[in-house]
């Protein structure tokens, strides 16, 4: 099997039925071993080109993966009126001329959308964007969005499916935001970047993806400080801000995905370019996993030293164990010699993937918000179906570990946020093939 070519899927439906669309083969029980490279951030490059809209000047962003969600902002940023071109890695936006009014249909197939009010309430004093949309993966409200873009002097309606914003002048001021919303803090961060006076952000999320926001715009003229902390200050700069060229960091959650697809199948794989500070967590719990892990400069070597163990996860925000993670630790943990806990704390449906693991032969019970995973499971291969973007990925842990052939369908999902997923695995010694039937409909 190969991994066949890749092209992210942009499902287009006729007459209320989605096309065809392709399946992934996966056959389980192969080693990986190899090289596998990692790519850019998909959490930060989302939120740059949002960024780069603060701006008339052209923006260079390097080290952009080729993913769905990043063609679904490129459809948002266009319809706004900026000037858009990947080549390769390579992604140019110029954004001259902006109208204040969001394309609806990409909108409403991505939640990273809505990073848009900020920068448009910033430079045009005026937004209007449909209900952001993405993963179902339990509740998500724009509420922190809204209530620290209204701090900053901005009015905000919300009616019939729909989202304005009119300010005819940004003031600085103190938001304190009831969870560590990590978009509202980047939200409130474009915005705040050029109102006039100083913004405090307090209870601010402290992913990394907020520290390349905050070097991005710096490196525009903005002047934000803080960011990686609960506190973030910024002082509004008056004039326009500058064009930027920036290379964007590796994505952790990819290289932790890959992490896991390594400890699964029993092989030895060496990861790079990662930032190891950003994942301690997730490699902490993989090494008490019973994974060897060995880091050396930018890259990170997965290997197994016998049985995997059980372990003890709880999802939290950063620095904590990012939810992004937890189903793919999930279906590892099907192969642990022992009863594992997973505790959700952040999104309430995050365990939708549950059932088809079990179609798979998992013995996971789930009770609210905790699932109990008793291992290890014999799991063998079956025709599945991803839900969201990190279930997908998931289902390609499980698949394999599996005996035998798993069938994974939903791969508008999991293309939204990996870069060929099957192909990186393939290059690695996985058994895996992309199946495109010809009626699927691909850019």
């Given at each position: 099997m ?13 007459g209320?039925?989605a ?7 996966v ?7 190899g ?7 998909k ?7 949002a960024a ?16 769905g ?6 459809e948002?940023?266009e319809?706004?009126g ?6 390769g890695?390579v ?8 109208h204040p ?7 409403r197939?991505?939640r ?10 910033g ?7 449909a209900?952001?949309g993405?993963?179902a993966?339990?509740a998500?409200p ?6 620290g ?7 905000i309606?919300?009616?019939h499916?729909f989202?304005t914003?009119?300010?005819s002048?940004l ?6 935001l ?9 939200n ?9 006076g100083e ?22 003229g903005?002047r934000i400080?803080?960011?990686?902390t609960d506190t973030i200050r ?8 500058g ?8 994505d ?6 890959l ?15 990662v930032?190891?500070e ?5 490699a902490?719990?993989?090494?008490e ?9 930018e ?15 709880r ?9 992004d ?7 590892m ?15 309430s ?17 789930v009770d ?6 008793r291992?290890?499971c014999?799991?063998?291969?079956a025709?599945v ?9 998931a289902?390609?842990v499980?698949g ?5 052939e798993?069938?994974?369908e ?20 996985a058994?895996i093939v992309r199946?495109v039937?010809?009626e699927?409909?691909?850019?």
């Amino acid at each position: 099997m190969g991994s066949g070519v890749f092209s992210p899927v942009r499902v287009k439906r006729h007459g209320g039925e989605a096309s065809a669309l392709p399946t992934l083969l996966v056959e389980g029980r192969h080693q990986l071993r190899g090289e596998i490279r990692v790519s850019g951030a998909k959490n930060a490059v989302l939120k740059l080109m949002a960024a780069a809209l603060l701006t008339k000047e052209p923006c260079v962003i390097r080290n952009v993966p080729h993913i769905g969600d990043v063609l679904n902002m490129i459809e948002v940023l266009e319809g706004l009126g900026a000037k858009c071109a990947l080549d390769g890695d390579v992604l140019y936006i110029e954004a001259r001329e902006l109208h204040p009014e969001a394309p609806q249909e990409p909108v409403r197939e991505m939640r990273a959308s809505i990073q848009v009010m900020g920068p448009l309430l910033g430079r045009l004093g005026e937004v209007r964007i449909a209900q952001p949309g993405g993963c179902a993966i339990g509740a998500r409200p724009v509420d922190l969005h809204l209530a620290g873009l209204r701090a900053l002097g901005a009015v905000i309606e919300e009616r019939h499916g729909f989202i304005t914003g009119r300010a005819s002048k940004l003031v600085g001021g103190e938001i304190h935001l009831d969870l560590p919303s990590v978009g509202a803090t980047e939200n409130v961060m474009m915005a705040a970047a050029v109102a006039e006076g100083e913004t405090v952000i307090r209870n601010a999320a402290r992913e990394p993806e907020i520290i390349e926001v905050q070097n991005f715009i710096n490196c525009m003229g903005g002047r934000i400080r803080g960011a990686g902390t609960d506190t973030i200050r910024i002082s509004g700069v008056a004039g326009p801000l500058g064009g930027v060229d920036y290379t964007v960091i590796p994505d952790r959650i990819e290289a932790g995905t890959l992490a896991v697809c390594a400890a699964v199948s029993g092989g030895d794989v060496t990861l790079g370019p990662v930032i190891i500070e950003h994942m301690e967590l997730v490699a902490a719990k993989l090494a008490e996993a019973g994974v060897g892990l060995e880091v050396r400069d930018e890259t990170l070597r997965v290997y197994r030293r016998g049985d995997l163990r059980p372990l003890h996860i709880r999802s939290q925000p950063y620095p904590g164990f990012p939810t992004d993670m937890q189903p793919q630790i999930l279906a590892m943990l099907t192969c642990a010699q022992g009863t594992s806990i997973v505790t959700e704390t952040i999104y309430s449906s995050r365990f939708k993937h549950v059932d088809e693991l079990r179609r798979m032969g998992a013995d996971i019970t789930v009770d609210g918000r905790v699932a109990v995973v008793r291992g290890p499971c014999e799991l063998t291969g079956a025709r599945v179906e991803a839900t969201d973007l990190r279930a997908a990925a998931a289902l390609v842990v499980a698949g394999l570990a599996a005996e035998g052939e798993t069938v994974i369908e939903g791969l508008q999902h999991l293309d939204r946020g990996y870069e060929d997923l099957a192909g990186k695995l393939a290059s690695a010694g996985a058994k895996i093939v992309r199946r495109v039937p010809s009626e699927a409909t691909v850019p």
